[in-house]
């Protein structure tokens, strides 16, 4: 298998609650993985596999800073999914307006 198949994908890599939770972590700043470990119920090896997938997704970069790996978010590779999510608004807005005219017609019966 290649390194690009091996890859993941951005949908794949937000599919876990542990990860969106991680990349909400890092929306604010950048943290070394200690810092990360400390606010999550699992290991240090979890927790590094959910960075790795992370990263192989785009979504956050590491640095080495000294004897610490520090990691941060890279919010680019969210443009696909927000792309992805755009396209079915139209359904949600259809949907949404049916429902305005529903009870709108069952309030002036």
């Known amino acids: 298998m ?22 909400k972590l890092l ?4 943290m070394p993985i200690a810092s990360i470990t400390n606010k ?3 290991s240090r090896t979890a927790v590094n596999k959910h960075l790795k997938v992370l ?3 785009g979504l956050v970069s590491s640095q080495k800073v000294g004897r610490e790996t520090r990691y941060k978010l890279q919010p680019k590779p969210l443009a696909e999914i927000k792309d992805w999510l ?3 608004e139209q359904y949600w807005d259809e949907k949404l307006f049916a429902l305005k ?9």
């Open 2 to 23: 290649s390194a690009i198949q091996t890859k993941h994908d951005v949908f794949q890599a937000i599919a876990d609650p542990t990860r969106r939770k991680m990349l």
């Open 27 to 30: 929306a604010d700043n950048e």
């Open 40 to 42: 999550f119920p699992i």
């Open 55 to 57: 990263s192989d997704a």
């Open 86 to 88: 755009s396209y079915f």
């Open 101 to 109: 005219e529903f009870v709108e017609s069952d309030q002036d019966e």
